[in-house]
């Protein structure tokens, strides 16, 4: 009586091994191993193997073997009926052994292996009817055959391990095709980025004297959106905002444009009307991000209202309008126009200064100095301002200060407003 409750506990705790094992190890490999090793230390069995069923390939692959010949195969074939059957059999151990009444075909055709291998039991792993694979048992070290009780705890734990075995396949393969559709996915999405490029530098083709604005503007949009700290989503969707802010230029005429002159108020009316086409060109389109539409619409409002098309002021411009507003004035600002050069960064930064809760909006303006103080101060970020910085201004050094003092007079004038 002491011997069969010793041999219930034992085999219950192999059973709760078996199961913690094939449910903590990720690596599939190493589940087959730490599940063989289990089964044939819960019954001191000498030698030993798992083998997958490969459907594609018509054969089972030992995955996981002990203490057999190294020299013996790898992979064993197995044809449709040799499936059924073994299929048909259920979770069940089979002596294999020619003088037994019941031998299965897969034990026939395979009988000069298995007496190699000295496998002496085929345990046939199914799962909801189908085929999992198969476990190769050799003898006991004590030679004792296998009792009713033994092929009793081997059932179960081949239970344990065919589920476990379909269920790190299908997780497998679950994260195979993730893998694949996030790899298409990231094609659409560089095809997307490449297609949306193209289409700014078509739309600055159209100005001579502005060749690269778009670009840059979603360059500077990118750093804004990272420096605010969004999502890299986000961060793509106000890039892709910034790249295409003119394609309402695309209606304007080209000699309003291209005026080598301060053009006048018809004119200015005329080429003020590219926020609204822009609009209405980007609306019917489906953008995988938010907002696009609406930057291009609202780019040219002010935070105090003095803007255009519509005189937004304050919170009823869209953060995305606000960061597109920032990225083209500093660009339009450092770039020489037909009319004017362009001006020095120390003039630039002035201008930003003066303007700050009136056309710019003081959060949007912080986290471009900020990233632009980084660059300057930390050797290590990516240099993104590389055009600019350092090139007429006299001292990095004397920048960076300058940087800082715009930063805390900035947000001290925010904190004295919110008080």
């Known amino acids: 009586m002491a011997e069969d409750i010793q041999k219930f506990l034992h085999t219950f705790s192999a059973l709760a091994d078996l199961g913690q094992e094939i449910a903590d190890t990720s690596e599939f490999n190493e589940m087959a191993s730490t599940s063989l090793h289990l089964?044939?230390?819960?019954?001191?069995?000498?030698?030993?193997?798992?083998?997958?069923?490969q459907p594609e390939y018509g054969?089972?692959?030992?995955?996981?073997?002990?203490?057999?010949?190294?020299?013996?195969?790898?992979?064993?074939?197995?044809?449709?009926?040799?499936?059924?059957?073994l299929c048909e059999m259920g979770i069940t151990t089979v002596v294999a052994e020619e003088s037994e009444s019941k031998v299965l075909d897969f034990v026939t055709n395979n009988n000069e292996w298995l007496n190699d291998a000295k496998i002496e039991l085929v345990m046939p792993l199914v799962v909801r009817g189908r085929l999992i694979?198969?476990?190769?048992?050799?003898?006991?070290?004590?030679?004792e055959n296998y009792t009713d009780q033994?092929?009793?705890?081997?059932?179960?734990?081949?239970?344990?391990?065919?589920?476990?075995?379909?269920?790190?396949r299908q997780r497998e393969e679950l994260e195979r095709r993730t893998r694949e559709i996030k790899?298409?996915?990231?094609?659409?999405?560089?095809?997307?980025?490449?297609?949306?490029?193209?289409?700014?530098?078509?739309?600055?083709?159209?100005?001579?004297?502005?060749?690269?604005?778009?670009?840059?503007?979603?360059?500077?949009c990118e750093i804004i959106a990272r420096e605010l700290g969004w999502e890299e989503e986000e961060v793509e969707g106000i890039m892709i905002a910034g790249y295409l802010h003119d394609v309402g230029k695309l209606a304007v005429e080209r000699n309003i444009i291209n005026a080598p002159y301060r053009i006048n108020a018809q004119e200015s009316s005329e080429l003020n009307k590219h926020p609204m086409v822009g609009f209405e060109i980007l609306s019917p389109i489906r953008h995988p991000?938010?907002?696009?539409?609406?930057a291009a619409r609202s780019h040219h409002e002010r935070i105090d209202g003095r803007g255009y098309p519509e005189g937004l002021k304050?919170?009823?411009?869209?953060?995305?309008?606000?960061?597109?507003?920032?990225?083209?004035?500093?660009?339009?600002?450092?770039?020489?126009?037909?009319?004017?050069?362009?001006?020095?960064?120390?003039?630039?930064?002035?201008?930003?200064?003066?303007?700050?809760?009136?056309?710019?909006d003081p959060r949007v303006v912080v986290a471009f100095f900020r990233a632009m103080l980084k660059e300057i101060t930390n050797s290590n970020v990516e240099k993104r301002f590389r055009r600019l910085l350092g090139r007429d201004y006299m001292n990095t050094d004397t920048l960076a200060m300058k940087l800082q003092n715009l930063i805390t007079e900035i947000e001290g004038h925010k904190t004295a407003v919110a008080a």
Do not use: W
């Open 289 to 294: 991000y938010a907002d696009i539409p609406q």
């Open 133 to 143: 694979g198969v476990i190769l048992l050799g003898e006991k070290a004590s030679g």
């Open 59 to 85: 054969s089972i692959r030992l995955i996981a073997k002990r203490n057999l010949d190294k020299n013996l195969p790898t992979e064993l074939l197995l044809d449709y009926f040799e499936n059924r059957e």
């Open 183 to 220: 790899h298409l996915y990231d094609g659409l999405r560089a095809i997307y980025r490449d297609t949306v490029r193209a289409f700014a530098a078509a739309i600055d083709c159209k100005d001579k004297y502005t060749q690269g604005h778009s670009d840059r503007v979603g360059k500077y």
């Open 314 to 360: 304050g919170d009823e411009i869209p953060i995305g309008a606000k960061i597109v507003t920032v990225a083209d004035s500093f660009d339009a600002m450092t770039t020489d126009r037909p009319y004017r050069r362009r001006r020095s960064l120390e003039e630039v930064l002035e201008d930003f200064q003066r303007n700050t809760g009136k056309q710019f």
């Open 150 to 168: 033994d092929k009793a705890v081997l059932s179960s734990m081949a239970r344990h391990i065919g589920v476990g075995l379909q269920e790190r």
């Open 39 to 53: 089964v044939l230390g819960t019954l001191a069995i000498m030698r030993g193997a798992i083998g997958e069923y």
